[in-house]
């Protein structure tokens, strides 16, 4: 009995709206928001701050009425393994280099997908390591810290 | 006649060496990217936008141009062969496309597309010669009050022509303003969100948001759906239509061009919309319908002609008021930012051989194509039958080495992996993110234009009716969007995204 959530999708869409507004609100809380003649920082971002935070309360209140679809099923592996190996690309590039941080992103990259065959990874990182560096350090010349 | 001067100016700029070997690169790599399944124009021209840095700016934004239809049409011919939509605006393109493929005529039918578009190209081109200088000639009578209606027009019709719920969409766009708010304030220079981070005191790069929400979360999902793809691997053995496939088609090659490039001028409008459109018109007056989704050429002709004309024309709004109309226009304003330019009417005055050099260029970009691209269809297909996860560590490396040399900075890498996980839950949630880029670039244009329109009328909000072109551009708004919510339209509206 009582309120159930009938669209998922819509639901958890509201929230990150509503999330988003909030945080929009309270984090400007105390910036100048001036008159409507000489508008301070504080004034446009409240607005829309407002209006979102509004928004993401009726779309969360509309997936309490209307039904909706199920969100597909998250893959945790590729998700977890793409953003980790970003991740640890933006860690090492400046600090040991662009030929670490392609090795790191390409082998954890290649763990996302559960077909990568090892012997196959080892090639694609070689010509990888080819081209980031034959072609993005050599050939457009910009200015990567290579080794550490 | 000044069209034929300032055309002959731009094929002059165009059609330097240089300039004719960027728009040839800029069309090959576009292509190449675009053939890609789950790379959509987007990604792609944030990926290749440090390509472009070193170059002078005409040169820069004719090798972009080249990269934008290059990716164009390189997913209609993942769409005809695989039957994986390489971006959205070649979603229609699949249905009758592979099911050419599949009786064999795949040949014919890429070939059609690439006739057709060369077609709209170059009519869409004509379009926007002669159509621009008048616009912008309307632009300079532009105050702040009537910029900030255009872009709220533009913002509504963005939403209007989202697919899926109306709310969602309005909320995209209100986020994307709020996110493009981050950094200094233009006028106080007052620190907004912050949150005590120096990095973020330059504000948010719109590569980082573009290549998050476009370029790692749909590697993402790619991964995570592993469809089964079937690349048609018959032998493609006639390549050009015969005449009877060109006596079925070109009518409907006419009709997608008009539709498409019409579509494009407007607001929110662009490729996605226009072959759509296309594709419906054919299906509703077609003598008979049931043979759409079996392999009918029109089907492929039509929407394909279309989103090259919408593709073009929607460079309107863009060079003669300055504002971004969909995504891939939004990039685009980026992308002149970093070479010094600011878009909008005064650089058709100001720097007429960057201006018609561009247009002309999307002429030759548009043969280019059609050169290069009937003969290398054979190594199209081989490259769609590399598998899936031998090329995706390829993507996510271009990615990554594209966010960080905008600034050489690893904390751009890290805020675009953020907005990869961002764009992955919008995925799951049903939420598009196109809408969203665009709020972000509109977003500090919109404040400002708020804040000297109110400033100009000492604070009275009247000043957005009370000025007639503000008022006409808030109508048509209105209208639009009066017209979304009420039921018989909005049902149509599903119809027709349904299909």
Redo the contacts between chains.
């Keep these: 009995m009582g309120v159930r959530i009938r669209s998922p999708r819509d639901f958890w869409a509201g929230v990150i709206f509503l999330s988003f507004g909030l945080c929009a609100v309270v984090v400007g809380r105390d910036y100048p928001v001036g008159t409507a003649r000489q508008m301070g920082a504080g004034y446009f971002p409240m607005v829309l701050g407002g209006i979102l935070t509004l928004l993401g309360v009726l779309v969360c209140l509309r997936s309490l009425l209307a039904a909706g679809e199920k969100p597909e099923a998250f893959g945790v592996r590729p998700l977890l393994l793409v953003l980790v190996a970003v991740g640890a690309f933006a860690a090492s590039i400046d600090t040991i280099g662009l030929v670490a941080a392609t090795v790191l992103l390409t082998v954890i990259g290649a763990a996302a997908s559960p077909e990568s065959r090892w012997h196959e990874v080892a090639a694609v990182v070689v010509v990888l390591l080819g081209v980031a560096v034959g072609v993005f350090v050599y050939g457009l010349g910009l200015p990567f810290k290579l080794l550490p | 006649m000044d069209l034929l001067a300032n055309l002959h100016t731009g094929f002059g700029v165009a059609l330097t060496l240089t300039n004719v070997m960027y728009c040839f690169t800029g069309v090959l790599l576009g292509t190449l990217i675009g053939v890609l399944p789950g790379i959509g124009p987007v990604a792609t021209i944030a990926m290749l936008l440090?390509?472009t840095f070193?170059l002078p700016p005409v040169s820069a934004l004719i090798m972009l141009a080249g990269i934008y239809y290059g990716a164009q049409y390189g997913g209609s011919t993942t769409a005809v062969l695989v039957n994986i939509p390489g971006e959205s605006s070649s979603v229609v393109t699949c249905l009758d496309g592979y099911a050419m493929a599949r009786k064999g005529r795949a040949g014919p039918a890429l070939a059609i597309a690439a006739i057709g578009s060369f077609f709209a190209g170059t009519v869409s081109t004509l379009v926007l010669a002669l159509f621009a200088p008048p616009l912008a000639q309307v632009a300079f009578q532009f105050g702040p009050a009537e910029y900030f209606s255009l872009m709220v027009l533009g913002l509504i019709a963005a939403i209007v022509l989202a697919r899926g719920?109306l709310?969602?969409a309005?909320?995209m766009i209100?986020?994307g303003?709020?996110l493009g708010?981050i950094g200094p304030?233009t006028?106080?220079l007052?620190f907004?969100?912050t949150?005590g981070l120096p990095q973020l005191e330059d504000g948010i790069g719109f590569v980082v948001v573009a290549m998050g929400l476009f370029g790692?979360s749909e590697?993402?999902v790619n991964?995570?759906r592993?469809a089964r793809r079937e690349v048609v691997m018959a032998k493609i053995e006639r390549l050009m239509p015969s005449r009877q496939d060109l006596a079925d088609s070109w009518k409907a090659v006419l009709r997608g061009t008009g539709l498409g490039a019409l579509l494009g001028i407007l607001p929110g409008g662009g490729a996605v919309l226009g072959s759509f459109a296309a594709y419906t018109l054919e299906k509703k007056i077609a003598r008979d319908p049931s043979r759409f989704g079996k392999g009918a050429i029109e089907g492929v002709a039509a929407p394909e002609s279309a989103n090259n004309a919408a593709s073009q024309t929607s460079f309107i709004p863009l060079l003669t008021l300055g504002i971004p109309s969909n995504a891939v226009m939004a990039l685009m304003v980026g992308a002149m930012t970093i070479h010094g330019i600011v878009p909008g009417p005064q650089v058709m005055s100001e720097r007429p051989e960057l201006f018609w050099g561009m247009i002309a260029s999307m002429w030759i970009g548009n043969l280019l194509l059609v050169i290069l691209n009937l003969p290398l269809i054979g190594i199209w297909v081989r490259l769609l039958s590399v598998?899936?996860?031998?090329l995706?560590?390829?993507i996510?490396?271009f990615c990554?080495?594209g966010v960080?040399?905008l600034n050489?900075s690893?904390?751009d890498?890290?805020l675009?992996?953020f907005f990869?996980?961002?764009g992955?839950?919008?995925v799951?949630?049903?939420?598009e993110p196109a809408p969203l880029l665009l709020g972000f670039v509109l977003g500090p244009m919109?404040?400002d234009n708020?804040?000297r329109a109110?400033?100009l009328s000492?604070?009275n909000?009247a000043v957005f009716v009370t000025h007639p072109l503000s008022l006409a551009l808030l109508l048509v708004a209105a209208a639009l969007l009066l017209v979304v919510v009420v039921p018989v339209v909005r049902r149509k509206r599903e119809e027709a995204f349904v299909e």
């Design positions: 440090p390509a070193t719920s709310l969602k309005i909320a209100v986020l303003l709020l708010l304030d006028n106080t007052f907004r969100y949150f790692f590697i993402i991964l995570e592993r598998p899936y996860r031998l995706y560590p390829a996510l490396l990554c080495i960080y040399s050489n690893a904390t890498v890290g675009a992996l990869g996980l961002l992955y839950l919008f799951k949630f049903d939420c919109m404040e708020l804040r109110m400033l000492r604070g909000p």
